[in-house]
């Protein structure tokens, strides 16, 4: 079901727009299939919300 949902925001895209996605780090589920649909790894770094912190990862695709 997130193939499908992820192909078809591919196609209401335009050439050269750039999709970006935010994921903790360790959810290596989440990783393997945003890598499997093209994203790349960009950056990681610390959010603080409600006194946790939370690390998080960026990932992104330009189509």
């Known amino acids: ?10 196609q209401e895209l335009q050439t050269g727009d750039e999709l970006v996605v935010y994921l903790e780090k360790g959810n290596h589920q989440a990783e393997f299939f945003y890598r499997k649909h093209g994203f790349v790894y960009v950056e990681s770094f610390n959010e603080f919300l409600f006194n946790h912190t939370f690390k998080t990862v960026k990932m992104s695709i330009i189509i």
């Open 1 to 10: 079901m997130g193939s499908a949902l992820l192909n078809n925001l591919f």
